[in-house]
C-alpha cells in the first residue's frame, strides 16, 4: 500500500520567516496531494491541494510543488504569522479510490 | 449546513465495555471514513465506505467493527474496549468524483481505563 513520510516532524520560524515542509510517497499511482492544517484542539481542515498533472500550486502565502519523477511534494509558508502555528498534515491518495494515506504531522511553530 | 457531526464529544470507559461512536453527515458525501490520532502518529485509517451498506478496512482496523445502514451514517463499534484503543477519533466524508477532499468531524476523545 501507499506509504507517506513526512518531515520535519516540529519545525520553529521566526515570523515573516518562510516555512517548508517536505513528504515523500511510494505508490506512483497516487494523483491527488492533500495538506490539511489542524489547529490545537481543532479538526484537520483543507489549506491547499495539488493534482498529479500540475507541478505547481500557489493560494496567497501558501503554495506547493509536486515533483511526480522524485515522488515528493513540498508545503511552502511565506511571510509566516503566528496563527499558522499548529499540525500540518500531507496525504496522498489515487483518484476515485477514496481514501488517502496521511503522513505523521509536522509542527509549526511561529515565534513572534 | 452542519457538516459532519460526531456523537459524543467526549467519552470514558472500563477495560471490556463497549461503545458506538457516530458519525453525520449532510453533504450527500459517499466516501465516509473512520481515522485514530494519537500523539505524533497521524491519522490513522481504522475503517472507511465507499458507499451505503458497504465498509472496508484501513490500517489499524482490529478491534473495532462500522455499518454504513444509511448514506448519510457511518457508525464506529468497540466491543471489547482495550487501553490501547485510548485515542482522538475523527470520522470524515468525501464526495465521488473530483478531488477527494476529505471534511473532518470535530473528534471524539475517548479514554479507556
Known amino acids: 500500500g501507499e506509504n507517506v513520510e513526512q518531515h520535519p516532524s516540529t519545525l520553529s520560524v521566526q515570523e515573516g520567516d518562510s516555512a517548508v515542509i517536505k513528504c515523500t510517497y511510494s505508490d506512483s499511482a497516487s494523483n491527488y496531494f492533500p495538506w490539511y492544517k489542524q489547529e490545537l484542539g481543532k479538526r484537520p481542515q483543507l489549506i491547499i491541494d495539488?493534482?498529479?498533472?500540475?507541478g505547481e500550486k500557489k493560494d496567497q502565502r501558501i503554495a506547493v510543488t509536486l515533483n511526480k519523477t522524485a515522488k515528493h511534494f513540498s508545503l511552502h509558508i511565506t511571510e509566516t504569522q503566528p496563527e499558522d502555528s499548529a499540525v500540518y498534515f500531507c496525504?496522498?491518495?489515487?483518484?476515485?479510490?477514496?481514501?488517502?494515506?496521511f503522513g505523521d504531522g509536522t509542527t509549526l511553530t511561529v515565534k513572534p | 449546513n452542519a457538516g459532519v457531526t460526531q456523537t459524543p464529544k467526549f467519552r470514558v470507559l472500563k477495560t471490556g465495555q463497549s461503545m458506538t461512536l457516530l458519525c453525520a453527515q449532510d453533504?450527500?458525501?459517499?466516501?465516509m471514513y473512520w481515522y485514530r490520532q494519537d500523539p505524533g502518529m497521524g491519522l490513522r485509517l481504522i475503517h472507511y465506505?465507499?458507499?451505503?451498506?458497504?465498509?472496508a478496512k484501513g490500517e489499524v482496523p482490529d478491534g473495532y467493527n462500522v455499518s454504513r445502514l444509511k448514506k448519510q451514517n457511518f457508525l464506529l463499534g468497540l466491543e471489547s474496549a482495550a487501553p490501547s484503543q485510548t485515542s482522538v477519533y475523527f470520522c470524515a466524508s468525501s464526495s465521488v468524483g473530483g478531488n477527494n477532499e476529505q471534511f473532518f468531524g470535530p473528534g471524539t476523545r475517548l479514554t479507556v481505563l
Open positions: 496525504a496522498a491518495s489515487k483518484g476515485n479510490a477514496g481514501k488517502s494515506t
Open positions: 495539488i493534482r498529479s498533472n500540475v
Open positions: 453533504m450527500n458525501h459517499e466516501y
Open positions: 465506505s465507499v458507499g451505503e451498506g458497504t465498509t
